[in-house]
Nanobody, 122 residues
Framework: QVQLVQSGGGLVQAGGSLRLSCAAS????????VAWFRQAPGKAREFVAS???????YYADSVKGRFTISRDNAKNTVYLQMNSLKPEDTAVYYC????????????????WGQGTLVTVSS
């Protein structure tokens, strides 16, 4: 069974950086698109960034220029480098994988990471 295991996250001051990782077990990522989503308290889950197998990338306007999604197929891992963090970036971040592209929404996605909390203090 495919599992996505997330790591990274934590508490950081505004302007700081964090890197999230999403590693696949019992599964090879290389043919999948992978996306990051986030859900802030009291808000709906929203798209953050996605990367295809080629790789091509998409970013939400709110993170463009600050976040970078990348993948290392040899390590079966996708990363989300988050720089210039803002308090409004505070959320639980989730990775998800699928074979569709572009991957811009969470409808129908079945393979998810466990979520990791990112807290940005002002």
């Amino acid at each position: 069974q495919v599992q996505l295991v997330q790591s990274g996250g934590g508490l950081v001051q505004a302007g700081g950086s964090l890197r999230l990782s999403c590693a696949a077990s019992a599964h090879t990522f290389s043919s999948d698109a992978v996306a990051w989503f986030r859900q802030a308290p009291g808000k709906a889950r929203e798209f953050v960034a996605s990367i295809s197998w080629t790789p091509s990338t998409y970013y939400a306007d709110s993170v463009k220029g600050r976040f970078t999604i990348s993948r290392d197929n040899a390590k079966n891992t996708v990363y989300l480098q988050m720089n210039s963090l803002k308090p409004e970036d505070t959320a639980v971040y989730y990775c998800a994988a699928d074979r569709i592209w572009p991957l811009l929404g969470d409808r129908g996605l079945e393979v998810w990471g466990q979520g990791t909390l990112v807290t940005v203090s002002s």
